[in-house]
Each structure stands twice: as C-alpha cells, then as structure tokens.
C-alpha cells in the first residue's frame, strides 16, 4: 500500500504542488487585503447613515463566505474531481496499466492505495489553506470567530470530496485521459455557472437543487449556525457511494 500511494504521489506531483500554490494564494491575498476592504465598507456605511446591511460585508467571517469561498470550492473542486476521474484512465490511457495490473498487488488494493493518495492530497491543500486564512485574520485583528471561519472552510472542502466520489466513479469506464479530464471541468464547470445563473433571479433557483455548489450555505456557517448534519451526510454519502462504484467498477472491468 504504501509503495503504491508514492507512486501515485510521485505521477501527481507537479500537479499538487501547482495546485497547492493556486489555491493557498488565491486565499492568502484576498484574506490579505480584507482589512482594508472591510474598513471602507465599515466607513461607507457610517456615512450614508444605513443601519440595516449585511453581515457579510462588515466581518472577516461573512466575508471569508463569499467569493474567498466561492474560489476555494471552486479550485479544489476542479484538482479533487481531476486526480480522482485520471486515477484509472491515465494508466490505461498512457499503456501503464499492463505493467501495473500484473504487479503481485490486488486490483483493490491498488484502488484503495491511489483513493488514499488523492484524499491526503485534498487534505493538505485544504489544511494549509485554512490555516492561511486563520492566521492572516488572526495578525489583522478581524478574526472574531475562528471556528466559524473553520466550518466555512470545511464546508468546502466536504463539496470537494463529493466531487471527488463522482470523478472516481467514473474513473473505470473512461479510456481517454484528456477526455476524462475535459468531462471532469465540465461537470464542476456546469455546475458552477448554473450556481451564479439561479443567484440571478427567484425563479432560477431550481437550477440550484441538484448542484453541489449550493449543499451548503456559506454564509448561514459564517453566522455561527454550523454545518447542516443533512449536508455533511449528503458530501460524505456521495464520496463513498463514488468511491464503492469506482472500486466496483475496477474490480469487474477487463483492465
């Protein structure tokens, strides 16, 4: 197991490490540049006298809740359901997978060995990035509520891995590399831009309903109302039902 998990690190290195770099700064400089942001928003609203607004535009919390959220999903969406729809296909596809097929490892174990891999993946970029963004609004003096920015965070990271069981259930019937990576961006893409179309307007918003990028609610979370038992069950149900499909589906095909 061990063995199979580095070779599997070592075949996505470079792209851990290029996404390790996007998604930490694509949180770090927005986090960076809250401060002053949330000043002006804060001094805006003082000077047109407005009392009611929204939360979300006057704490570090609510704000973490909006488009850094919105980002950090979106990129750790594209690179979990990537590694986790090239899992299969890339061996087939690059003429690996008669090498590594006939190697005195089971297919399971060999399928379990790479799920793991992509999941410590995932983690770290979304560990990292968490702690990011904690200890920036730590230094800036706007974080009121850690664990609120902390459940933000978690809920993206959970709509990530419920990518990553849709990529890895359909892993096994791909044959084209390329074209498994170009299905995976457009399911995360498709949903996204049906994400921002049912924000237009009350009448849209049964785009939403069958897409991963509303089974939280940010800015609900950033609020202090924790996350939705019914939506974590929900990311974690669909990981392991992808995850048992994609292993069902190794084991059965001729390889």
């Given at each position: 197991m061990n063995k199979m998990m580095?070779?599997?690190?070592?075949q996505n290195k470079r792209s851990f490490w290029i996404a390790l770099l996007v998604v930490v700064l694509l949180q770090a400089i927005p986090a960076a540049a809250s401060q002053s942001y949330l000043e002006s928003v804060k001094k805006k609203m003082q000077e047109e006298q407005l009392e009611n607004y929204s939360e979300g535009l006057s704490t570090f919390e609510g704000w973490v809740s909006g488009q850094p959220f919105t980002f950090f999903l979106l990129l750790l969406g594209f690179f979990s359901m990537s590694w986790a729809i090239?899992?299969?296909?890339?061996?087939?596809?690059?003429?690996?997978?008669?090498?590594?097929f006939t190697l005195p490892y089971s297919r399971t174990s060999i399928y379990w060995a790479k799920w793991l891999a992509h999941f410590c993946q995932v983690m770290v970029i979304a560990i990292v990035s968490i702690g990011i963004v904690l200890l920036i609004g730590r230094f800036n003096g706007m974080l009121n509520a850690p664990w609120a920015v902390t459940n933000v965070m978690l809920a993206g990271l959970l709509t990530s891995l419920a990518f990553m069981g849709i990529?890895?259930?359909?892993?096994?019937w791909l044959s084209s590399e390329r074209g498994a990576l170009s299905i995976g961006i457009g399911i995360v893409s498709i949903m996204f831009l049906l994400h921002?179309?049912?924000?237009?307007?009350?009448?849209?918003?049964?785009?939403?309903?069958?897409?991963?990028?509303?089974?939280?609610?940010?800015a609900a979370i950033s609020r202090g109302e924790g996350l939705?038992?019914?939506?974590v069950i929900g990311a974690l149900g669909l990981l392991a039902a992808g995850s048992c499909a994609g292993w069902a589906g190794i084991v059965q095909r001729d390889m």
């Open positions: 580095r070779y599997e690190f070592n090239g899992s299969i296909v890339k061996e087939r596809d690059r003429h690996t997978s008669e090498f590594l990529g890895l259930a359909l892993s096994p921002i179309i049912a924000g237009l307007n009350d009448s849209l918003m049964w785009m939403g309903k069958a897409n991963l990028f509303h089974l939280f609610d940010a939705p038992v019914a939506s």
